[in-house]
């Protein structure tokens, strides 16, 4: 028996690094928040950041238990960098500028910055009296950017300001042009200008993924130079500007891209359809304006031939300011996602009626908005929309891609006589 007072602690167990590095993989990840698995989940990139900061905090756990661990978690713990306040650029900049003189936390280990692969930045520089301290956010920010190598993702989330994006931080993009995938400039703060989009952009040769404010090119024509890698375009509004300089031809056999998503405008984007829409395979519509929708569906069916995938957000399904929903036409699609801010059960069942008759072609049909399905799920009558469900031809999916009769079922317990019936095809 122990002497009474003793407090030894006996050694954890010595498994092999690999097996270590999976349980730190495991206790830290967040799916769909890095290459390439963001790539499908491109439009999600704003919403991910409470989830990332919550597996920061777990990683700095994790660096804090023992020199082992810290050593062995440093590259999770860099691999996504959250930017969120000056004391936060501060601490990066400071660990980036040691190492790179030799001062590091472990002598001889290369910088961490090797290890970042993604970068969000929603530093607030609304604070505009103080000038002296804006540059050195800026010339930090550069510094930052310039010593992360390998970085694939960056997204500008800065609130509220009013400063143009710096050449110094545009130039610090283009030191690793070839490894940036994804730029996030979604946001209506601290953008580039016009010109300056366009310059870095042309010097991005591997970018896949770009979320901008704006776009203005002449004619609705974007440069060839770009659409050769760029694979998924979201803006908020595509502007045409007459006497922009712009390419007069399209050089189809660069164009790779095939998702186009639309965050706001009051005017459809024709003509980026007309020249762009036989491209497009996913499409997704989160205007919010209502007297567009119709509009929009005829450019899709007119101008994307190639569609397979739609998603669309609206407030209701049903408004005085929607045309009847029989009037809606949808393309051709396997895939219908919906983004409702209200939905009751018998709309839903209008609706997907309505989808049985018109879209032939349809499989899955997808509620993307958690709040709206747990509602929807609380106020059905439980037996007969089992029942109503199992009589639509196609998957009928919540938010998490789980059949909606499933979470019936396991949402009430009473329902166990109830059986899902539907020929094997879900």
């Given at each position: ?335 219908l996602g919906a983004k409702l801010d209200v939905l009751d059960f018998r709309g839903l069942l209008q609706f997907l009626a309505h989808l049985r008759n018109t879209v032939p072609t349809l499989r899955v049909f997808q509620l993307i908005c958690p709040r709206v399905v747990e509602e929807l799920l609380e106020g ?47």
């Amino acid at each position: 028996m122990a002497a009474k007072g003793s407090h030894h602690v006996p050694h954890p167990p010595r498994f092999p690094v690999e097996v270590w590095q999976n349980i730190f993989e495991l206790a830290t990840e967040v799916p769909y928040t890095l290459v390439p698995g963001l790539y499908e989940k491109s439009d999600c990139i704003r919403d991910q950041h409470s989830a990332l900061e919550a597996a920061l905090a777990t990683k700095r756990s994790l660096v804090l238990v023992c020199k082992q661990w810290q050593r062995m978690t440093m590259c999770y713990l860099y691999r996504i960098a959250l930017i969120r306040t000056g004391f936060d650029l501060l601490a990066l900049d400071h660990t980036l500028q040691n190492y790179a003189a030799g001062n590091g936390s472990f002598v001889g280990t290369r910088s961490p910055g090797h290890w970042t692969r993604r970068l969000d930045i929603t530093l607030d520089l609304s604070d505009e009296s103080k000038c002296e301290e804006l540059d050195r956010c800026v010339k930090r920010l550069a510094d930052v950017i310039g010593s992360l190598p390998k970085l694939e993702i960056v997204s500008f989330a800065i609130p509220a300001s009013v400063v143009i994006m710096p050449f110094r931080v545009l130039d610090a993009l283009r030191c690793f042009a070839n490894s940036l995938r994804i730029l996030d400039w979604s946001g209506r703060h601290f953008l580039p200008q016009v010109h300056q989009l366009e310059e870095l952009l042309r010097d991005l040769p591997y970018l896949r993924v770009l979320h901008c404010h704006q776009l203005v090119w002449a004619n609705g024509i974007i440069p060839s130079s770009i659409l050769s890698s760029l694979t998924t375009l979201a803006v908020e509004d595509l502007v045409e500007r007459v006497g922009h300089p712009g390419e007069g031809d399209l050089r189809e056999a660069c164009v790779s891209l095939r998702e186009f998503i639309l965050y706001g405008g009051r005017t459809t984007p024709q003509e980026f359809l007309i020249h762009y829409g036989k491209y497009l395979m996913v499409v997704k519509w989160y205007s919010t304006f209502s007297d567009c929708f119709g509009e929009a569906l005829d450019l899709l069916n007119e101008y994307c031939p190639n569609l397979d995938r739609f998603t669309f957000r609206r407030h209701s399904l049903f408004s005085r300011c929607l045309p009847p929903m029989k009037t809606w036409s949808f393309p051709r699609i396997s895939y219908l996602g919906a983004k409702l801010d209200v939905l009751d059960f018998r709309g839903l069942l209008q609706f997907l009626a309505h989808l049985r008759n018109t879209v032939p072609t349809l499989r899955v049909f997808q509620l993307i908005c958690p709040r709206v399905v747990e509602e929807l799920l609380e106020g059905c009558p439980r037996a007969s929309a089992l029942k109503d469900l199992n009589e639509i031809p196609f998957r009928v999916e919540d938010d998490r891609g789980n059949l909606l009769s499933d979470r019936l079922l396991r949402s009430d317990s009473t329902s166990g006589g109830a059986i899902r019936n539907h020929s094997g095809k879900w």
